[in-house]
Structures are given as structure tokens and as C-alpha cells.
């Protein structure tokens, strides 16, 4: 496409423009709004006929519209179906609007309480109800807890995230107050703070509050029709309430979900559905790839590609504009390359340090390589996207 089409086809999208280029000899028709034409797109996509430039206003259109919580179904599903690199380029174009690029958040999630957990989500080693090589181990100590922080800290990660395998924060009262002083310590130390403690209740995260908690993971995982599939001992809307004492806490939200737990296409969409129509979009959406375990119901499930988990994370980009959308499980499973077209596709966090929870995970200095290798840089603690007051 020539210049002249380029810089009309973003006036168009200002509104100041005819459907048809206007320069003598000029066959182009500038774009409608709506996403860009699905030649080749897979997934029973329906064919239409591709409009020269309507790629780039696509881009144009998402990289300047303001977050929003009215997506359809439908609508998402036509992002998420697109063809791979025209998806990807408008990912990378609302990413470029929201964030700088080249920022990265690494974060280091430790598990303060590993193993025994009663309920019975089908993906994890730390069910009490499977056989694996996991042991139940007790709360760590808050010593030890500051000691990993400092280490962390130390290799370049800005957020530390301390995550317990049980249902619920419930009546465990010592042990709560143990896991407050955790945060206070950790948040001491300039890092943001995330923990992720099974359901709490307003008053508990009140409390997480107001010891300096930044963030909390509570992730749906799936779609609301998949969930039973893959966990029977809570609800979806148990989750959903949990997410809700945490906002009304004033705790920002860290929700997202698993690929490879046996869901299709349609499960992605309704998972993104879910979260890009919450009131306020989580302020980050964890994208996992199973890592499977022996011993779990899904052991043995087939890897997801690089292109499923792309399409994820570049759909959440466009439909939650100004989330940090952070590449999480399953990181290990994928080439640099494969992690590069993660971070086009929008992704701008990692997990760092060689494991996540029970699960491996690079070590701090492959990261390091990598971020060179790329050019890329550690997001500093606190920071903002373009758009935001920092507000952690
Ligand atoms: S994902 Fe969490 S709640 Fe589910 S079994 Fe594992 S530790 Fe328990």
C-alpha cells in the first residue's frame, strides 16, 4: 500500500474520509470498521473478500479504542479466528498503544504451602486426590518466605507472587496472620506483592489490603461450560465472588485461565468472554499451557501449539487492551522463537526462576539471555502502561 493510502486510511478512522481512496489512479477502497477480512482463517471462519488496508485500519481501530466491557461472543470469536499474522498484527499494534513494547514484568511466584490440597481441579500435582510425586508440606516460615523475596529481587523480578494449595483462606488464623506479615515484609522490600490463597472473604481481603497486597490471582481457568469438566468441589461463581471481595478491597485482580485442559475453541472465547466483560477488566490475565502431570486425570494430554496459546494471548491483548498479560505455565515447553511471537502477540510478563509452584520453568539466566537476544528490558515495580496512574 502506498503512503498516501496509509496515512488516509488513518484519517478515515477519524472519520474524515469517503470509502474510496480519492487520488487519481487510486484503486484502493479504504475499510469499514470491524475486524480484518478472514482469508485463510481457520476454525469455520466464514471467507470474505479482503479489502486492501483494512489490515492496518483494523489495527488503527483496536490500537485506539478505549477499554471496554461490551464484547460478544461473537465478536471475540471473530478476532480469535482471523488469520494468524493479521491477529498478531493487531495485537502488536494495541500492545505498541498501551505499553512499551520492549517492557517486560518478571515476576517469581513461590509456593508457601505446597501439597495436600482437598480439591480436585483435574490439571494439578497438589490435589490430595491424585497420585504424584508431590508432598504436602506445611506454611513456610516468614524468614524463609523473605529470604526467596530478596533472591528474587535480586535477579531482576519486581513482583512476588505466594501462592497456597488449600480451598480457601477459611478460619486459619495464625496462619493468616503469618501470611500478612509475609506481605508487609515482601512489600517492604519494594516489590509488588500478589498472593494466591483460594477464595477469601471482604474481610480477609481487606485485611491482605491493608498489610500492602498489590495483586491477587484467582484464576476461572476455562470457560463457564468447561469448568465442570475440569473442577467439581467449587463453582464458577464461587470464583467469580472471590474475584469480587477482592475488588471491592481495592486489590487489583490477576485472573486468567489454562490451555490444554481439554477445551476447544469455543471454551478460549467464552474464557475471554468472561474476563474482557468483567466491569473492570483484570488489571492482569495470566495465560497457562498445561504442564501435564502424572498422576492427574489429564496426564497425557496433548501439548497446545504455539499458535493456540498465541491466538489467546493476542486476543486478550485486543480485548483487554490495558492488561498486563502475563505468558505463565508451561513456558518451558516453548522455543525462543516460539516465546518472541508470544511477546508480538502481546504478552508483556513472565514467571521467572526455575519453578512455578510444582511445575519447572526457565532459570533467572536463560530469561536473561533471552531479554538481550530480544532487546527487552524488566518492567520496573509499580510502573504504569501509557494510559494509567501507577496504582498499585
Ligand atoms: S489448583 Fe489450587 S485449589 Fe486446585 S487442587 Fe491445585 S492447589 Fe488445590
Not at 505446597?114 to 497438589?126: H, L, V
Not at 478491597?249 to 468483567?278: F, N, P, Q, W, Y
Not at 490475565?285 to 501435564?292: I, K
Not at 510444582?358 to 539471555?369: A, C, L, M, W, Y
Amino acid at each position: 500500500m502506498t503512503s498516501h493510502v496509509l496515512s488516509r486510511v488513518g484519517q478515515r478512522w477519524r472519520g474524515h474520509l469517503p470509502a474510496a481512496c480519492a487520488r487519481a489512479r487510486c484503486a484502493t477502497v479504504l475499510p469499514s470498521a470491524g475486524p480484518a477480512p478472514v482469508r485463510g482463517a481457520p476454525e469455520g471462519a466464514s471467507p470474505r473478500t479482503p479489502v486492501p488496508g483494512a489490515s492496518l485500519a483494523s489495527a488503527i481501530q483496536y490500537a485506539n479504542a478505549e477499554p471496554r466491557s461490551t464484547w460478544t461472543r461473537a465478536e471475540i470469536a471473530a478476532i480469535y479466528k482471523q488469520p494468524f499474522t493479521e491477529l498478531l498484527f493487531q495485537a502488536a499494534a494495541v500492545h505498541r498503544a498501551n505499553f512499551d513494547p520492549l517492557e517486560v514484568q518478571k515476576c517469581t511466584l513461590l509456593s508457601i504451602k505446597t501439597g495436600g490440597c482437598s480439591e480436585d481441579c483435574k490439571y494439578c500435582s497438589q490435589s490430595a486426590r491424585y497420585s504424584t510425586t508431590v508432598k504436602a508440606t506445611p506454611t513456610m516460615q516468614l524468614d524463609e518466605v523473605v529470604e526467596a523475596a530478596k533472591r528474587a529481587k535480586a535477579a531482576g523480578s519486581t513482583r512476588f507472587c505466594m501462592g497456597t494449595a488449600w480451598r480457601e483462606l477459611g478460619g486459619k488464623k495464625s496462619t493468616f496472620n503469618r501470611i500478612l506479615s509475609m506481605v508487609k515484609e515482601v512489600r517492604g522490600m519494594g516489590l509488588e506483592v500478589c498472593c494466591t490463597l483460594g477464595m477469601v472473604t471482604e474481610e480477609q481481603a481487606r485485611q491482605l489490603k491493608e498489610a500492602g497486597l498489590s495483586a491477587y490471582n484467582h484464576n476461572l481457568d476455562t470457560s463457564r461450560e468447561h469448568y465442570p469438566n475440569v473442577i467439581t468441589t467449587r463453582t464458577y461463581d464461587d470464583r467469580l465472588q472471590t474475584i469480587k471481595n477482592v475488588r471491592k478491597a481495592g486489590i487489583t485482580v490477576c485472573c486468567g485461565g489454562i490451555l490444554g485442559i481439554g477445551e476447544g475453541v469455543d471454551d478460549r472465547i467464552g474464557l475471554l468472554h468472561e474476563l474482557s466483560t468483567m466491569e473492570q477488566h483484570p488489571e492482569s490475565v495470566p495465560v497457562n499451557s498445561l504442564v501435564a502431570i502424572d498422576g492427574t486425570p489429564l496426564e497425557g494430554s496433548t501439548p497446545v501449539s504455539i499458535f493456540e496459546v498465541a491466538r489467546t494471548i493476542a486476543t486478550a491483548r485486543i480485548t483487554m487492551p490495558r492488561s498486563v498479560v502475563r505468558l505463565s505455565a508451561g513456558r518451558l515447553s516453548f522455543s525462543e522463537m516460539d516465546q518472541a511471537i508470544m511477546f508480538m502477540a502481546g504478552a508483556n510478563s513472565i514467571f521467572t526462576g526455575d519453578k512455578l509452584l510444582t511445575t519447572p520453568n526457565p532459570e533467572f539466566n536463560e530469561d536473561e539471555q533471552l531479554f538481550d537476544k530480544l532487546g527487552m528490558t524488566g518492567r520496573p515495580a509499580f510502573a504504569a502502561g501509557r494510559h494509567d496512574s501507577a496504582s498499585l
